[in-house]
Structures are given as structure tokens and as C-alpha cells.
T-cell receptor
Framework: SQQGEEDPQALSIQEGENATMNCSYKTSINNLQWYRQNSGRGLVHLIL?????REKHSGRLRVTLDTSKKSSSLLITASRAADTASYFC????????????FGSGTKLNVKP | DVKVTQSSRYLVKRTGEKVFLECVQD?????MFWYRQDPGLGLRLIYFSYDVKMKEKGDIPEGYSVSREKKERFSLILESASTNQTSMYLCASSLGREFQETQYFGPGTRLLVL
């Protein structure tokens, strides 16, 4: 099975609310990254957190990493309709840094 | 800005045809990747290349081959297309010179095999 699993699979919220997505992975990692994909398009990198970091912020994004639980979460605060997209976590394996394992994604719908 | 382009946004092919998907990046990146994306399965790595003429199998290489004759171009080849290869194909590139790096993706090619 895939390295990363995400939940929920789908999330629907009102504009202004916060959105939280979770990701789990299976093996040791160098870093974990979050990507966003608008419908039918390529992925765009959002934020990277290294394996020795616990929390990172970028604008309205907050990422946490718990290596003991092999899990990460992405929080989007004060969501906007334009945040509607699918979000994927990608873990970069520690034993082969050319290999990234992507989760199955969370589909976020932000209603205006 | 890094730009990764893919030759087609949509392709329709028949079973048994040989299919070429082309990817070009303009930022002198060492690494290039081919993924396929299917609903509920996320992205799965088919092949990647870390240098010209160098390649390594990903998780699902069966039925695919790749070619990297020039640094900026990475081609995915379906030797004999089958209906189970209907999917979204995403190309990506990364700098390749450091551990902590991100991937830059093309817009994707949606392939339908009839």
C-alpha cells in the first residue's frame, strides 16, 4: 500500500472556518511536504517540514509533524473559497531521497 | 519560476498502440519523475531519472519504459497501451542536489485507452 494515508478523504466547510487534514506515513523520512492540486491540474508545493522539526507556519498554513506517531497535520486557517482543492502529503524517504510517497489526498470544499 | 510542461493535456489511444508522453523542464533540474494518479490511490511513482540516460524504477514500472536523452526532457513510453493504463499522468522535476527539496509538477496528461 502507499506510504501515506490521509484523512478525511473529503471535507466541506464554510468560508472563514479552519480546515484540518491529517496524514500518516510508514517508514523513516527526511521530510514531509504538503501539496495542493486544483481540479485536473498539476500539484503545487505548499510547505515542507523537516524530520527534526515539530511545527512550521507559512501564512495561513500551519503544519505539525509527530515522528513518534509517524503523522502530520495541515491546518488552513480562515479558509477562503479559493482554497477549494485537493491536498496531498508527500513523505521523502530517508533511505532513498529520490523517492516521495504521496497520500491519497483530502478533497477540501470551502463554501462561500 | 520553474516551468514543467507536458506535451498533451488529453490523449485518446487504442489498446495496443505505442504511446509517448513528453515532459520538458526549463530549470536545469537533475531529477525528473513520472507518476500516475488514480482516484483513491494518490500518486504512484512509475520511474524517475537522476541524470541523462540514468533511470530507476519506481513502484509501478510494469508496462512502461522511459527515456532521458537530454537533461531537460523525460519521456514516458507505453509500449502497448492497455485499458488499465487509463489514468492521469504527472511529470515532475526537482533540483537533485540536496535532500530537502520540493518537486515541481507539470499540468498533467489525462490518457484514455479504449
Amino acid at each position: 500500500s502507499q506510504q501515506g494515508e490521509e484523512d478525511p478523504q473529503a471535507l466541506s466547510i464554510q468560508e472563514g472556518e479552519n480546515a484540518t487534514m491529517n496524514c500518516s506515513y510508514k517508514t523513516s523520512i527526511n521530510n514531509l511536504q504538503w501539496y495542493r492540486q486544483n481540479s485536473g491540474r498539476g500539484l503545487v508545493h505548499l510547505i515542507l517540514i523537516r524530520s527534526n522539526e515539530r511545527e512550521k507556519h507559512s501564512g495561513r498554513l500551519r503544519v505539525t509533524l509527530d515522528t513518534s506517531k509517524k503523522s502530520s497535520s495541515l491546518l488552513i486557517t480562515a479558509s477562503r473559497a479559493a482554497d477549494t482543492a485537493s491536498y496531498f502529503c508527500a513523505s521523502q524517504r530517508a533511505d532513498n531521497f529520490n523517492k516521495f510517497y504521496f497520500g491519497s489526498g483530502t478533497k477540501l470544499n470551502v463554501k462561500p | 519560476d520553474v516551468k514543467v510542461t507536458q506535451s498533451s493535456r488529453y490523449l485518446v489511444k487504442r489498446t495496443g498502440e505505442k504511446v509517448f508522453l513528453e515532459c520538458v523542464q526549463d530549470m536545469d533540474h537533475e531529477n525528473m519523475f513520472w507518476y500516475r494518479q488514480d482516484p483513491g490511490l494518490g500518486l504512484r511513482l512509475i520511474y524517475f531519472s537522476y541524470d541523462v540516460k540514468m533511470k530507476e524504477k519506481g513502484d509501478i514500472p510494469e508496462g512502461y519504459s522511459v527515456s532521458r536523452e537530454k537533461k531537460e526532457r523525460f519521456s514516458l513510453i507505453l509500449e502497448s497501451a492497455s485499458t488499465n493504463q487509463t489514468s492521469m499522468y504527472l511529470c515532475a522535476s526537482s533540483l537533485g542536489r540536496e535532500f530537502q527539496e520540493t518537486q515541481y509538477f507539470g499540468p498533467g496528461t489525462r490518457l484514455l485507452v479504449l
